[in-house]
């Protein structure tokens, strides 16, 4: 259990980080970060408290998608990661003009936060409500991680455009490939736990 408890809390800062980066990289984000980031700027509530109020959201369909009264842990979930995204913005100040830095910061961002959601997911404690959305995607086309998770960025990328949020060249790799990575890091998780067990 204090296994669990330790990849569920260390995903979630790692996860947390990734966004940071790729927030500060300048060059695009996930389209539900994009989401978060874009109401932000249009309104006086920060980018990770936006996580917090759209999770819960989220929370609210997947409950409905499931047919089932949503966990509370849910809702802790949704708290812990805007927190850490707020702690994160404090912490790291990254803004460059330089592109090449820029798009190296991108990726390790990418690769950081595909890392975190696939080790939190591998504790197996509870979801958070963006990566549940992803699980419930998957499970009602009957397909694998990466499928579920770039349907719905997809979605996310179009409420972007409609608030003009942050949208680039980055949003777009992350749009179709972040979840490549989410589905190869939780299959490689789930064989060292399986070993370690």
Not at 31 to 53: E, H, Q
Not at 172 to 177: A, L, P, S
Request: charged share 10%.
């Amino acid at each position: 259990m204090i296994k669990k408890f330790l990849f569920y809390a260390l995903g979630l800062l790692i996860m947390a980080l990734g966004t940071v980066l790729l927030l500060q990289a300048g060059i695009g984000l996930s389209a539900f970060d994009g989401l978060c980031a874009g109401m932000g700027n249009i309104t006086p509530i920060s980018t990770g408290r936006w996580c917090m109020i759209l999770g819960i959201i989220i929370i609210l369909l997947n409950a409905l998608i499931q047919k089932c009264i949503p966990s509370m842990f849910s809702f802790l979930t949704s708290i812990i990661v805007g927190t850490c995204i707020d702690f994160w913005l404090l912490i790291l100040n990254i803004h460059t003009s330089n592109i090449g830095v820029k798009v190296i910061v991108f990726f390790i961002g990418m690769i950081i936060n595909a890392f975190g959601v696939s080790l939190y997911i591998s504790a197996d404690l509870v979801k958070g409500p963006i990566d549940q959305l992803m699980i419930n995607i998957s499970n009602i086309l009957k397909s694998n991680l990466w499928i579920g998770k770039t349907i719905m960025e997809v979605i996310f990328l179009i409420m972007v455009l409609l608030i003009g949020g942050p949208i680039g060249i980055g949003t777009v790799i992350v749009t179709f490939f972040s979840g490549f990575f989410v589905n190869f890091f939780y299959i490689f998780l789930q064989k060292g736990i399986k070993t370690y067990d």
